[in-house]
């Protein structure tokens, strides 16, 4: 950082529309927590920081730090995006539903989303049916459109009575496959909600938790972008290509300047755009 930036005091406005002092240091933290290399990161800042004035949005902060890192590694600015890219994967949660199918997929295991299962004492309505061999996980997607927002422990414990309803009834009529609970949510979980599920036989996926498979380590080592982390994904191309059943980046590969307009009615330059933006990640 300069140490022009350094002495200048500039507040920002939150989504909240509260203010707060803008703090280089954070900013730094942010882009660094997602991989990107320590000088490259100081660079972006760097920059970005000179940009700013007071009253500026973080949303356009963040924008143009993407902008940044996006000049240097595509996939590095895909992922910053991707906290921001779940929660666009709104504002109802059926597009995040969707997302968390495709992953459960690409992991190798038949899905189905908004099945119906009998349980012992009621039908349940299931987001996502993730099924390999004599497994059966029941996943419970929990959609937030804050991403600083938490799921808590009354829908983990919701999700453990589920999960405990299906079993008896499936014992009852010899159904011999072992179903498990998953809660998996864009953003994270209290420590109330952690702390149950450590004494229960289910799982939780959010945002950064467990270390061992979280949604952002996932994104990263498997490249499974949803479509919201590209940087110029407007809303009626997330409607158009949901309704195609297209949700990662992936399955964008391939698809032509001509394509975009014809099949999914976008202007020219947005599906310029789009072409590549895809090739960049893909």
């Given at each position: 950082m300069s140490r022009r930036s350094q002495r200048r005091k500039r507040k920002i406005v939150k989504q909240n529309g509260q203010e707060e002092l803008f703090q280089p240091e954070k900013l730094c933290h942010s882009v660094m927590a997602v991989g990107v290399p320590d000088n490259l990161a100081n660079q972006v800042c760097s920059i970005v920081d000179e940009s700013i004035d007071s009253g500026v949005s973080t949303d356009k902060i963040f924008v143009t730090t993407r902008k940044y890192i996006n000049e240097f590694n595509p996939k590095l600015a895909a992922l910053y995006g991707l906290?921001?890219?779940?929660?666009?994967?709104?504002?109802?949660?059926?597009?995040?539903?969707?997302?968390?199918?495709?992953?459960?997929?690409?992991?190798?295991?038949?899905?189905?989303?908004?099945?119906?299962?009998?349980?012992?004492?009621?039908?349940?309505?299931?987001?996502?049916?993730?099924?390999?061999?004599?497994?059966?996980?029941?996943?419970e997607a929990k959609y937030r459109n804050d991403y600083r927002s938490k799921t808590h422990i009354n829908q983990v414990m919701y999700a453990d009575a589920k999960v405990q309803d299906i079993r008896r009834q499936a014992k009852k009529v010899g159904d011999t496959r072992e179903f498990y609970e998953w809660v998996v949510t864009n953003t994270q979980f209290t420590d109330n909600a952690i702390n149950y599920v450590a004494h229960r036989d289910m799982q939780l996926m959010g945002w950064d938790y467990p270390k061992y498979i979280n949604l952002k380590k996932i994104v990263s080592e498997r490249s499974l972008y949803p479509v919201t982390t590209l940087p110029s994904i407007t809303k009626k191309a997330l409607k158009k290509f949901s309704a195609e059943g297209i949700i990662l980046v992936k399955e964008l590969a391939g698809v032509s300047e001509?394509?975009?307009?014809?099949?999914?009615?976008?202007?020219?330059?947005?599906?310029?755009?789009?072409?590549?933006?895809?090739?960049?990640?893909?």
């Open positions: 906290e921001r890219g779940l929660t666009a994967l709104g504002p109802s949660g059926f597009i995040f539903e969707q997302y968390v199918a495709a992953l459960f997929k690409e992991m190798g295991y038949y899905v189905q989303t908004n099945v119906y299962v009998s349980g012992e004492g009621v039908s349940h309505e299931i987001d996502v049916w993730a099924e390999k061999g004599n497994v059966v996980y029941i996943i001509n394509d975009f307009m014809k099949k999914f009615e976008l202007s020219r330059t947005l599906s310029k755009k789009l072409v590549e933006e895809v090739k960049d990640l893909i």
